[in-house]
């Protein structure tokens, strides 16, 4: 039984992560979506709205969960009994910061492995904080996130 983690704000959800989802969902035979609570990061989307968006998205897959972590990610990973942690990268400025956190999380437990996915070409320029942004010009959005989500982001802008 091969279990691994997808942890992010997911603030809110794009494409970008739905099909780094939809790969993994292939290759692990357990999946979970880790909502983080970050006490330092201001979300534009409350834990709960974004673990509701995430949870409709993931109905798909009959193997993948979604939940919450407040505290740090490799505790949540050991206490799961999950080894490992995926992450997805778009390019080498992610990769940069990626291969940062994962020394850092490797110094905390050696026993998790990170393993990042490349995003799909079609993918690589979604951002959640672009596309924040562009949704409080309220720029369309449509091609960049599921409908739900796009419908979220309208509600948040009026
Ligand atoms: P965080 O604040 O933890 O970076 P994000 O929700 O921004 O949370 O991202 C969660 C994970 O999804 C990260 O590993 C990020 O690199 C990855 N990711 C975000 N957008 C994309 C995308 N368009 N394609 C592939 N991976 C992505």
């Known amino acids: 039984m091969m279990k691994a983690a997808f942890p992010g704000s997911f603030d809110p959800p794009t494409l970008g992560h739905v099909n780094i989802i939809q790969r993994a969902a ?3 035979d357990e999946l979970a979506v880790v909502v983080a609570e970050n006490r330092l990061k201001k979300y534009l989307f409350s834990a709960r709205e974004r673990i509701d968006l995430v949870t409709g998205l993931v109905k798909p897959w009959k193997n993948v969960s979604v939940a919450l972590c407040k505290g740090l990610i490799v505790d949540f990973l050991k206490d799961r009994d999950i080894p490992i942690l995926l992450r997805g990268v ?10 940062d956190l994962s020394m850092m999380n490797r110094a905390l ?3 998790i492995e990170t393993l990042f996915m490349t995003t799909d070409p079609d993918y690589f320029v979604l951002r959640s904080s672009a596309i924040k942004e562009l949704a409080s010009f309220h720029g369309d959005v449509s091609s960049m996130v599921p409908p739900e989500v796009a419908k979220a982001l309208k509600e948040k802008f009026g």
């Open 90 to 99: 778009r390019g080498t400025g992610d990769f940069s910061y990626e291969f």
């Open 26 to 28: 292939g290759i692990f």
């Open 109 to 111: 437990d050696p026993g």
